[in-house]
C-alpha cells in the first residue's frame, strides 16, 4: 500500500514594495511634529482625568482617627492609717488620807488622788476607775473616770466606808481603757481602823477640782 505523502510547504513571502522611495522634507518634518502633538494634547482633555478606584471601607481609616492607649480609671484612694492612741496614768499624790490614816470603824472615807494623764488618748465617758482584787472597804466596783486631755491633770475620787472591825485595810485601783484593758499606776487607800486611837487624826478637806 503506497503512503500517504504530505504535501510540499510552501514558505511564506513578505511582500517587497518596489515602487518609488517616498521622502518627506526636512522643512516640512517640524510642522508635523506640531500638528500631532496638538492633536495629542487634545485627545487627552477630552478623555478627562482618570477616574479614582474605590477602596475597600473595610480597610479604610479615619483621618481623624488617632490610635490612642487605653488607659484604666483611678481607683479610691486608699485612706493613710493613722496610729492608735496610748493610754497611761501617772500618780502625783495623795489629796486625802494619806497611807496609814487611823479612822474609827465605819468611818466615811472620801478618797482622793491627783493624777496626770501621761499616755496620747483623752479620757472620755467611757473610761472608768476600777477596783482591783478584794477589799473589806465598802466601796463600788467601778465608776467613772475623771475626763482628761493628754498632758492634763485630774482628780480621782472614791467615796469609802472604813470597815467596821479594828484593823489595817486597802483598797486597790487602776484605771480601765474602753476595751477593757487596765492602764497606768495602780492608787490605793491604806487605813488603820481604830475604835480609840491614842492620836485622833483629823479627816483633811481636799478643795473641790
Given at each position: 500500500m503506497a503512503s500517504k505523502r504530505h504535501p510540499p510547504m510552501i514558505a511564506a513571502r513578505t511582500p517587497v514594495y518596489n515602487g518609488p522611495e517616498m521622502r518627506v522634507p526636512a522643512g516640512r518634518i517640524q510642522p508635523i511634529v506640531a500638528v500631532l502633538s496638538v492633536l495629542l494634547a487634545a485627545c487627552s482633555a477630552k478623555a478627562g482625568p482618570a477616574p479614582a478606584v474605590p477602596s475597600d471601607p473595610?480597610?479604610?481609616?479615619?483621618?481623624?482617627?488617632?490610635?490612642?492607649?487605653?488607659?484604666?480609671?483611678?481607683?479610691?484612694?486608699?485612706?493613710?492609717?493613722?496610729?492608735?492612741?496610748?493610754?497611761?496614768?501617772?500618780?502625783?499624790?495623795?489629796?486625802?488620807?494619806?497611807?496609814?490614816t487611823e479612822v474609827l470603824p465605819g468611818a466615811a472615807l472620801d478618797k482622793r488622788w491627783l493624777i496626770l494623764n501621761r499616755g496620747s488618748c483623752a479620757w472620755g465617758p467611757e473610761y472608768r476607775l476600777t477596783q482591783i482584787g478584794e477589799s473589806r472597804i465598802g466601796a463600788p466596783r467601778e465608776l467613772a473616770l475623771y475626763p482628761a486631755v493628754p498632758g492634763a491633770q485630774a482628780v480621782w475620787q472614791v467615796?469609802?466606808?472604813?470597815?467596821?472591825?479594828?484593823g489595817e485595810y486597802i483598797s486597790r485601783w487602776r484605771a480601765q481603757a474602753p476595751d477593757g484593758t487596765l492602764f497606768g499606776d495602780e492608787v490605793y487607800v491604806l487605813v488603820i481602823v481604830d475604835p480609840a486611837p491614842l492620836t485622833p487624826t483629823a479627816i483633811p478637806t481636799a478643795p473641790r477640782p
Open positions: 473595610a480597610t479604610q481609616v479615619p483621618s481623624d482617627s488617632v490610635a490612642t492607649t487605653p488607659t484604666q480609671p483611678p481607683g479610691p484612694s486608699v485612706p493613710t492609717p493613722t496610729e492608735p492612741c496610748t493610754n497611761d496614768a501617772q500618780f502625783v499624790e495623795d489629796l486625802t488620807f494619806p497611807d496609814g467615796a469609802m466606808v472604813a470597815p467596821e472591825d479594828k
